[in-house]
């Protein structure tokens, strides 16, 4: 026999028996789950599991167990959060596909994602994800380069040296780093990340639309309602898209009768491909509000960032707009708290992290009800992310 | 001499016959005859006046004929002799009395031909067009722009209780459907064998539902085009006209009756009420029409030919084949495979007048069905996919331009596209002019705006231009080069516009556009006070309103302070649900912002407002939430209760590790960071491979593959790397033998247990069990370390690889 012949039974061997042991431990696994009651070092394992995403170590097992059998699941998962694992992987994952277009998971490390698990982290608020002077960087971290709004090198090398983001992120302002106004910031959908997806060409409705998608947990068509009035929509939609005006009527005019009004808030902002980073042009419109205006000319012409939310009226009063806020106003900054200060964000920031830990989706009226109990937590409690992980891994903790 | 009297005697006779139904104004329905001796050619009197000399080029030359006016209204026929061919200056004068040079359309001889007066096409209003044309040229382009339009008060009109057709057809299909199914569906279907548009008779009862409901009249059921058609039109009845209509009038009763009249809210603070035709009607901007040679607008909405109206003989029209239908509000939609097309003869005035001026321009406003079609016709003169004199087409977001000349090949190559990056061509009603110069060549503007792309052949001649080529709009004559869209106006003009003509073309719009005057007079004291809108048919699917104004017919009135509020737009007795632009509406009409001949604008916003039975019988009003004293409070409707939530089926309780998830497993079970250069590599390598969600049943061998290799190398770096294999095996000598190490299962058990203590954790039920994965390891370490005697130095590290890799790449990793 030959060394190569020797080599390729070798892996050959060892592939049959992690395939076996594979197959046995699925199995294992499963049965395991399906018949045994799990006691106090099951719950605490698999809570591990779920928040940090790698097992625990036999030490933190046993405090966590500890934890557990003696009532107080939610200390054990705030052991669990203590992983490095926890933001390097858990919640970079949780966040990446927001940052994108494609919502891909396999993007690099950014700003926006930074910024998400920073806050994560220091229980900032939550609900001033969407309008905070917010950023987190990494001035310390040795071997990677400085914070620039032109790049993502920073982030990207922070990701690929390992760094631990768990220490080294450091709260700052979008302000003080990349120069846009205070009153122009807003959160995470003017970091640079969102803007290169999402403000990039196009009409700005994408930054909208993702946000919406991302942080309400609704796509345009759950927002269809063709009842308001359709005076804030822009001149480039068609109102009879290939000459059937039927088209407009039932579908476009029910997203953009409300959305428009609301993207008018995006007015002054735009992805700058040349220098690869945001612009915000304060009282001056940027062109894309204006582009095919010909399409349909007595349609509304932009003339400043001001927004209305439309929606506060008729079926989309579910969504639970905050009623201590006005509804209206100017710029991204304040639309941006409109939406994380309704009912939907914090339902939807449980749902993801029901998701996340649960692996489903909230299934019986037992789940919904554990939901729901979770969501008034979060909002009364501050808006923590932390609290709505460690409380959504005690429910599916295991019995 | 009597043999020749008698022969002469009928002829008198029919000729008196023929003079008699010229007289006294009695509407005809009989096309004139045709085979009349031609007139002989002028020698009367020259021209008086430049005038004068512009009626007889303009207007006479073009009604003199004797299968035209001058057939009777000639210098010994009937009065008014305005087409005698005796003295124009005579008829000049004659004339004078049935023009109105102001406003063309409004002339006497517009209104006659367009009842029917003697037209000598198969549409009367295509007559009406033309003649409209003809006095427009007479009265040059002065009288074409700049003219004050006179607001008529329409009537006065309370909002009444109307009735609005059912959203289904399912009481049509009991009703009109089978009558019209049973007598009409030869011709007014899709798939008849001539398919003769509107399709009330198509088999799908829906189509016939969609296209029967501009033909009912809800309100007044004998004014039904359905059964007028048979009743006074004498169209294709089935035996007895008037029992045909009386069984049709009969089916639409048992329809209207089966609908229930909508009440009007007697809280609505309601304006008086119109439909759209009796608005005002607003005159076509200042369009640029000098060297108009070929025009059509569409306007006919019924039979299968359109109709060029541009005056210039002999005109070109174009006969429908295949899926092609009219659209509401003057328009043409072309489906797929369908065409309308000229005849060469007729087409070839395009190229005898072109070629002598060496440039043209197509203009055209059109609105793509769609942004995917290729090799897709709008506009061609051309005698199949090969030969062409010229072609405007789209190929998905682009325009393209095909002309023939000097400087390119018998098929107009190179063709020049629109930049694909501009995304020229949008699905919306767009205004796409192509125009040639012998300078320039092509060039394009699409809403007024020149598009900049330079023409790939440049300037050249067009004298080869082939004049037996025909004029064929929505495809390629042959068929070949289907385009699918709507067309709501095509001319072609034997100069290039220029950039201005072309803007100035834009600015003026198509179609039909009507001034609106929703009377409000009850509810403001304003004598004679009116909210205005412009508003016109926008497809055939609805009606676009724009730019509200206040104002008051009475030049003496002023609104004073008047406040204006929620403005909603109603139709048949209900407010309209979808559009309401002028809802957020709240202004105030004062004297400071009003002025007596424009009013005070309310706003620049338009909306559309969807068709219901149709223009003739859509009525209209508005509604407020305040207008001067009067309020009306406006509540929305209650919320519908959420749906109950529906329970999901049963999910895993367990799922996967991620990709990052099982990476950062493995490095925590081996204490090997992930950051170890082969490692990272491998991990790079096959990240994308591994699972990307939690769900057990999305679970691929091919993901296992990715693992047990990633799971290898992390072993492998564990192993080979002394620090960290000291420390995780404490003790363990990899120098030695296999066997001295993998003889025994004491000796096994420094390697092994720290493996499985610290990947399968200790006293954890859910893990695999502990037992049966040791035995498994035994059983790998015995095959791998029998090697006959002759195992290699490194065997043992190589046992210990494999037996982590076995232990790591397994579900003890991958589940969680």
């Known amino acids: 026999m030959s060394t190569e012949q020797g080599g390729i039974n070798q892996v050959a061997k060892m592939s049959s028996s992690i395939g076996k042991l594979t197959c046995a431990a699925l199995a294992l696994g499963l049965l395991a789950i399906g018949v045994a009651q799990a006691g106090s070092r099951e719950q605490a394992k698999r809570m591990h599991d779920r928040i940090a995403g790698v097992p625990p170590t036999a030490a933190v097992l046993d405090q966590m167990a500890a934890e557990i059998a003696a009532g107080r699941p939610l200390a054990a998962a705030n052991i669990a959060m203590q992983s490095s694992a926890f933001y390097n992987v858990t919640l970079k994952n949780f966040v990446a596909p927001w940052t994108n277009r494609e919502q891909s998971v396999f993007v690099p490390l950014n700003d926006y994602t930074a910024t998400v698990i920073g806050m994560v982290r220091d229980d900032e608020p939550f609900d001033t994800v969407l309008s905070a002077d917010i950023l987190y960087t990494a001035p310390g971290a040795s071997g990677v380069a400085a914070y620039s709004p032109a790049n993502n090198d920073h982030f990207d090398q922070l990701e690929q040296t390992g760094a631990d983001l768990k220490t080294v992120l450091v709260k700052q302002t979008q302000s003080g780093l990349n120069g846009i106004p205070a009153a122009a910031t807003a959160g995470v959908m003017t970091s640079r990340a969102a803007a290169e997806a999402f403000f990039i060409a196009g009409t700005n409705r994408a930054m909208f639309r993702f946000t919406l998608m991302n942080h309400l947990c609704r796509d345009m068509e759950q927002m269809l309602d063709t009842s308001r009035p359709p005076d804030r929509i822009r001149q480039d939609v068609s109102r009879s898209p290939g000459g059937d005006s039927r088209i407009f009527l039932n579908n476009c005019i029910g997203c953009h009768s409300g959305m428009d009004p609301l993207a008018q808030s995006f007015a002054y902002y735009q992805y700058d491909e040349t220098l690869a980073r945001l612009v915000y042009t304060a009282g001056q419109m940027q062109p894309k509000y204006f582009n095919n205006s010909d399409n349909f000319k007595p349609g509304y012409v932009t003339p400043d960032d001001h927004w209305d939310n439309y929606w506060r009226k008729g079926p989309n009063q579910v969504v639970g707009w905050d009623i201590q806020l006005p509804g209206t106003g100017n710029g991204a900054k304040t639309m941006g708290q409109e939406l994380a200060r309704s009912d939907a964000f914090a339902a939807c920031q449980v749902e993801k992290v029901f998701k996340t830990v649960c692996f489903r989706a909230p299934a019986d009226a037992t789940d919904r009800a554990r939901v729901q109990v979770i969501k008034n937590d979060f909002k009364a409690g501050g808006y923590k992310i932390k609290q709505v992980f460690a409380e959504t891994a005690a429910y599916c903790m295991g019995d | ?816």
């Open chain 2, 1 to 816: 001499m009597s043999r020749a009297m008698n022969l002469l005697r009928p002829l008198v006779l029919l000729a008196a016959l023929s003079l008699a139904a010229c007289g006294g104004g009695a509407e005809t329905k009989v096309n004139p005859i045709i085979n009349q001796a031609p007139v002989p050619n002028y020698t009367g009197p020259a021209a008086a006046t430049a005038d004068i000399q512009a009626f007889k080029i303009n207007l006479w030359e073009n009604l003199k004929e004797s299968n035209r006016c001058g057939g009777c209204h000639n210098a010994t026929g009937q009065s008014p002799r305005f087409a005698r061919n005796d003295d124009v200056n005579l008829a000049y004068q004659d004339a004078l009395a049935l023009v109105n040079l102001t406003q063309p359309d409004m002339s006497r001889l517009v209104a006659k031909v367009s009842g029917g007066h003697n037209c000598w096409l198969s549409a009367n209003s295509a007559c009406g067009d033309t003649m409209t044309v003809w006095i427009r040229n007479w009265a040059g382009a002065v009288a074409t722009g700049g003219k004050t339009i006179q607001l008529v008060a329409p009537p006065d009109r309370s909002v009444g209780s109307s009735k609005t057709f059912p959203a289904d057809s399912v009481l049509y299909s009991s009703t009109i459907h089978p009558l019209v199914r049973q007598f009409c569906a030869r011709c007014h279907a899709s798939n008849a064998g001539t398919p003769v548009s509107p399709y009330f008779a198509d088999a799908n009862v829906d189509a016939a539902y969609a296209a029967a409901r501009s033909k009912i009249n809800l309100d007044n059921t004998s004014l039904s085009r359905l059964e007028v058609r048979l009743r006074d039109e004498f169209h294709n009845c089935w035996g007895d006209c008037a029992t045909s209509a009386a069984t049709m009038l009969q089916r639409i009763d048992a329809f209207a009756n089966g609908v229930p009249l909508t009440q009007v809210d007697p809280s609505l603070v309601v304006s008086k009420a119109l439909t759209l035709y009796e608005g005002t009607v607003a005159a076509g901007g200042n369009r640029y029409e000098s060297n108009v040679i070929a025009l059509w607008e569409f306007k006919t909405g019924m039979g299968t030919t359109a109709f060029d109206t541009s005056g210039q003989e002999p005109a070109i029209n174009l006969t429908f084949s295949g899926d092609v239908s009219w659209v509401g509000g003057w328009g043409m939609k072309v489906g797929a495979g369908g065409k309308a097309q000229g005849t060469s003869s007729s087409s070839k005035k395009l190229a005898d007048r072109i070629k002598a001026t060496g440039e043209y321009s197509i203009e055209a406003w059109v609105a793509p069905a769609n942004v995917v079609q290729e090799d897709a016709w709008i506009v061609s003169y051309s005698g199949g996919p090969t030969a062409r004199n010229t072609t405007l087409g789209q190929r998905a977001y682009q325009y393209q331009m095909q002309t023939r000349s000097s400087k390119t090949d018998a098929n107009g190559a190179p063709i020049t596209l629109t930049r694909d990056t501009d995304r020229d061509a949008q699905a919306s009603l767009q205004h796409v002019v192509l125009s040639y110069d012998p300078v320039n060549g092509q060039r394009l503007y699409v809403n007024g705006v020149a598009t900049g792309d330079v023409d790939r052949a440049g300037g050249g001649n067009l004298s080869d231009w082939d004049d037996s080529f025909a004029l064929v709009l929505g495809n390629e004559t042959s068929g070949t080069r289907p385009w699918t869209g709507v067309l709501k106006m095509v001319a072609v003009h034997s100069r290039a516009l220029t950039a201005a003509q072309v803007r100035q073309n834009f600015d003026a719009g198509v179609g039909e556009r009507y001034f609106m005057l929703f009377n409000v007079t009850q509810l403001t004291n304003v004598p004679q006070s009116y909210i205005m809108f412009e508003a016109s048919q926008y497809d055939s699917y609805s009606y676009m309103f724009a730019k509200p104004t206040f104002i008051s017919l009475d030049p003496a009135a002023r609104p004073g302070s008047l406040p204006l509020k929620g403005m909603r737009i109603g139709v048949n007795g209900a407010e309209v649900r979808v559009g309401q632009a002028y809802v957020p509406m709240d202004v105030m009409v004062n004297d400071s912002n009003y002025a007596s001949s424009t009013g005070q604008p309310l706003g620049g916003i338009g909306t559309v407002i969807a068709l219901e039975k149709g223009p003739a019988n859509d009525q209209f009003f508005l509604t407020f939430e305040r207008i001067a004293a009067n309020t009306h409070t406006v509540t929305e409707p209650p919320l519908a209760p959420p749906a109950a939530p529906v329970d999901l089926p049963p999910q895993s309780q367990v799922g996967l590790r991620q990709f990052e998830e099982i990476s950062a497993s493995m490095a925590a079970m081996t204490t090997v960071p992930t950051t170890q250069s082969e490692v990272k590599t491998t991990y790079e390598l096959v990240k994308q491979a591994l699972p990307q969600n939690e769900s057990v049943e999305g679970f691929l061998s091919a993901q296992q593959v990715g693992i047990a290799q990633l799971a290898i190398e992390y072993c492998n770096a564990l192993v080979e790397n002394s620090t960290l294999r000291s420390a995780y095996f404490p003790g363990v000598d990899f120098s030695g033998s296999a066997s001295a190490l993998f003889g025994t299962a004491g000796a096994r058990d420094q390697v092994f247990n720290p493996l499985l203590d610290r990947m399968l954790g200790v006293s954890v039920g859910t893990q695999p069990d502990r037992v049966a994965v040791r035995g498994e390891l035994d059983s790998l370490a015995g095959k791998l370390s029998s090697c006959g005697g002759s195992c290699a130095a490194d065997r043992s590290k190589t046992i210990a690889k494999a037996s982590c890799g076995a232990v790591l790449g397994s579900a003890v990793t991958l589940l969680q």
